[in-house]
Structure formats: C-alpha cells, structure tokens
C-alpha cells in the first residue's frame, strides 16, 4: 500500500517575522566573512537526477504547484516575465502556464559563488517550488531574486521548514544513541516562520508574509518513507554526513522505534511535512507603510479606559 497524504488544516501566518538562528551542527566556511556550507549541493544535484531518472516522487511538488497557482488567483496582477528558481520539476511552471506570459527556468548553482544571472530589474515575478531548504546562502538568493524584480513585483516560494521529518530524526537519533554512543547529522535543519520571515526582511523586500501547510503521510513502515525520499532526491545530503555505510542494526533499530513512537491507530506510521511558504514584494512608492511611531491620533490607554465596566 501507498503512502497516504493527510491536509491538517492548521494554518499559522506570520506578516512580519523576527530573526532566529537554526541551532545545528555546521562545516565553517572557507571565508569567516560567507556562510557556513551545511549542503553538498554537488550531491544533491546527483540525486536529483537519479531520482528523475528512475522514477520521481512527486506529491509533495504536485500540491505546492497546484497551491501556487491558486495563490496567484487572488493576486490582481498581469505578470509578463517570470523566473522559476531552482524547482526539481516542471510542475510549478505547467500549473503557471495560464496566468503567466513567459516563465524562463532558473537552476541553482552549484558552487553558490556563482550568481543567478538574473539581470536587475527584469522579473514581474520570482516563483520557486521545494528548493530554498537546500540552498546554503539563501540570504545572498533572495537578495539576488529582489534586485532582479522590478519595482512592486512579487517573489512567491514554498520551501520545506518546520518540523519536517521529525519523527524520522527522532527514531535515527534513539538507535544511534543506544546502539552506536552517539548520533550523525542525517535530517537537514529547517527554517521555520519567524527564521524565513526575518530572512525576507533582510533580503530587502516589502511587506513580507510567510505561513505553513503541514502535510502528514502515513506509511506502512519507516523503510516506504525513505523509499519515497530517494525518489524526491531528498536523502542526506549534508556537508557533515557519515560517510561510513549505516549499520544495518542500527537501521533496523530505527525502523523498530520508529514504530513504537510515531503509530496511528490503524497500524501505520506518520511523517510530518511542513511546507513553509513564503511571498515579499519589490519596494515601489505605492505601497503600504507603517505609521511612523507617535503618529496615532488615539491613546490606546484611553480607549482600553473607556470600555471599562460601567458604574450604577
């Protein structure tokens, strides 16, 4: 039996979103001054490619392209020319076909020393579908993406965030410590709302807004999960990776605590997806502001006073 996709239909936004750091193990980068290198994007591409090529996962890029598309519906806007930054796939520019005039393609690169190519000031709209959670400067991406927008136009991406995968790195991090006296780095860290909301912000764009749709899949073991991971060429590619084969025992392990721990009712285990998306705007003239401090014509304090209790 396959995987079987669950909507919790909780939803959390944040209109502005404050700074937090991702309190994980990292490579320090060659340059004090770049960011630590957490990813092997060299790997990451490898695995994209096997992945395509003996067959994609693609549920998870399906929903974020049809979510995309009807984001943009309530956007009352022409877009003209449109980049998609970095998606595995042609999902998100196929659900964009009919709202978009011309959507070019845009990979990643691999050494992130090199830039997008993007020429300033060209985009009426950024689009990037389940890539951000492996880019290693993502502040340096975004930057790039904003100067390449036109005034008041819109970057809008979904990434993979939160608590994504949590029950997977809870099980690992048992085995290894029972089995092994210690735990490797085998779940990518995640931005979660306020670490994406803070990022927009410092990359430059207005009126920043990020929210979450979490996905819960139920499989029939740990082993159809990591199945479905291979095929979305989402297996571990971080800098700090073991590089010895995993212990079959400790595989075994997991999979047993996995189990235990993570078991619906029915006898099928849960895998938590967290897709985080993100949308900011090119500053332009027109838009929205916040008042200046001190600029209320009305004292809070006083209309708080004034819906006090009234007296006989």
Known sequence: MGPCVRRDDRWRMLPIASGGE?????????????????????????????AAKIGAVPF??????EDMAERLQAVLRVFQHAADIGTPGDQVRGALA????DTASVDLPVDESDA?????????LAVSGLAFQFVNDLPGVLAQIRRALKPDGLLLAATIGGETLTELRQAFAAAESELEGGISPRVAPFADLRDAGALLQRAGF?????????????????????HDLRGMGATNVLAERRRTPLRR?????????YRERFTDPDGRIRATFDIVWLSGWAPHESQQKPLQPGSAKASLEEAV???GPKQD
């Open 305 to 307: 006073k004034g819906r």
């Open 60 to 65: 998870l890029l399906d929903r974020v392209a």
């Open 22 to 50: 991702i309190g994980v193990p990292s490579r320090m980068a060659p340059n004090p001054s770049s960011p630590p290198v957490l990813f092997d994007r060299a790997l990451l591409r490898v695995r994209q490619r096997r």
């Open 98 to 101: 009919a709202r978009v005039t």
């Open 206 to 226: 207005a009126l920043p807004v990020t929210d979450v749709d979490r996905v819960v899949v139920r499989y029939d073991d740990a082993f159809g999960l990591m």
């Open 116 to 124: 997008l190519g993007l020429p300033p000031e060209s985009l009426d």
């Open 249 to 257: 025992a400790t595989l075994l392990r997991m999979a047993q605590i």
